[in-house]
């Protein structure tokens, strides 16, 4: 009679959290935010230095060609030796929220006003086709700022927890009927350049705000 008590109870409980299932979400705890360098909230539209940690802290992410014919586009993610990159900047796929928080979709903007390959502010991180050569997937420029969903599923990424600093990991949650491949960021050598790709093997980043 008390077992059929306890689970009259919980049938209960959850049948009144269906109905009133904005309450019941509001009472979700949100993710734990990300931090920069200097141990700050990392915030939607501020500026910051994507930097591996190994080999060198100096090291950062920049903007290169990766045409083999000596053409400027398509334009790649590439890791520079001894230079820190070029600051980028994430959003959410909720614009309300100006904190970026672990495990939430996002997207990787270079802020940038004008670019060869893209005559658009938005220049925004995107998984690009499968490189039959490399035999991996790299990242590339031509994303579409948000609208998350099918048509964008490639342009969204996360950020976890990698070590005593971060990853960033594609496993886009923004379509709940789509089939995606689940991937760590990490950089793939492949024709005298280290690219960005998905791997199974993370880099693990810190992030650096721009002054």
């Known amino acids: 009679m008390k077992l059929i008590f306890l689970l009259f109870v919980s049938l209960l409980f959850a049948t009144n959290c269906f109905t009133k ?3 019941c979400e509001a009472t979700k ?34 903007l290169a060609s990766i045409n083999n014919h000596h053409k400027p586009c398509p334009l790649g993610i590439v890791q520079e030796d001894y230079y820190p990159g070029t600051p980028l900047l994430f959003s959410s796929a ?10 939430t979709d996002l997207n990787i903007d270079y802020n940038l006003s004008y670019t060869v390959c893209t005559k658009s502010n938005d220049v925004i991180w995107t998984v690009g086709p499968y490189d039959r050569r490399a035999k991996s997937y790299f990242l590339v420029l031509g994303g579409v700022k948000e609208n998350p969903g099918r048509e964008t599923i490639k342009n969204w990424f996360k950020i976890e927890v990698f070590g005593d600093n971060y990853k960033i990991r594609y496993c886009p949650s923004v379509c709940s009927d789509c089939k995606v491949m689940c991937k760590d960021v990490g950089v793939i050598e492949f024709n005298g350049q280290k690219r960005l790709g998905l791997s199974d093997v993370p880099v693990e980043v810190k992030f650096v705000k721009d002054a």
Not at 33 to 60: C, F, K
Not at 94 to 103: F, T, W
Request: glycine fraction near 6%.
């Open 21 to 23: 299932s904005r309450l």
């Open 29 to 62: 705890p949100e993710p734990i935010p990300v931090h920069d360098s200097t141990g700050n909230m990392l915030r939607a539209g501020a500026n910051y230095y994507v930097q591996p940690i190994y080999p060198d802290e100096a090291w950062g992410f920049e």
């Open 94 to 103: 909720n614009p309300k929220k100006s904190i970026i928080r672990l495990s």
